[in-house]
Nanobody
């Protein structure tokens, strides 16, 4: 059974930074990818970033590119999302998730391409 546990959310002023963590357990994640999504009140869940567990390849949504950095620590089975230059529109519940299938090249950007999800962590950016 895969378990994903996010942490690191909170309240921050615009222009500030936060680092989210996603601790993964329950199986090997070799060749899978991990993603970060976010969901604001009244809006659909939105892709933010993804990283391949094996080769470290990353991909970002245009809305966060240049401000957010996704990374991983294989030894700790943990994925991170460093968020800088935060804006009020970044306010959302942030979720980490694991892709359904293994691939070293495919970039999964849809929520239905991920099968395990964490419980989410709230990020609030005040203006």
């Amino acid at each position: 059974q895969v378990q994903l546990v996010e942490s690191g959310g909170g309240l921050v002023q615009a222009g500030g930074s936060l680092r989210l963590s996603c601790a993964a357990s329950g199986r090997t994640f070799s060749s899978y990818a991990m993603g970060w999504f976010r969901q604001a009140p009244g809006k659909e869940r939105e892709f933010a970033a993804t990283i391949n567990w094996n080769n470290g390849n990353t991909y970002y949504a245009d809305t966060v590119k240049g401000r957010f950095t996704i990374s991983k620590d294989n030894a700790k089975n943990t994925v991170y999302l460093q968020m800088n230059s935060l804006k009020p529109e970044d306010t959302a519940v942030y979720y980490c998730a694991k892709t359904m299938y293994r691939s070293s090249w495919y970039v999964a950007k849809r929520a239905d391409e991920y099968d395990y999800w964490g419980q989410g962590t709230q990020v609030t950016v005040s203006s």
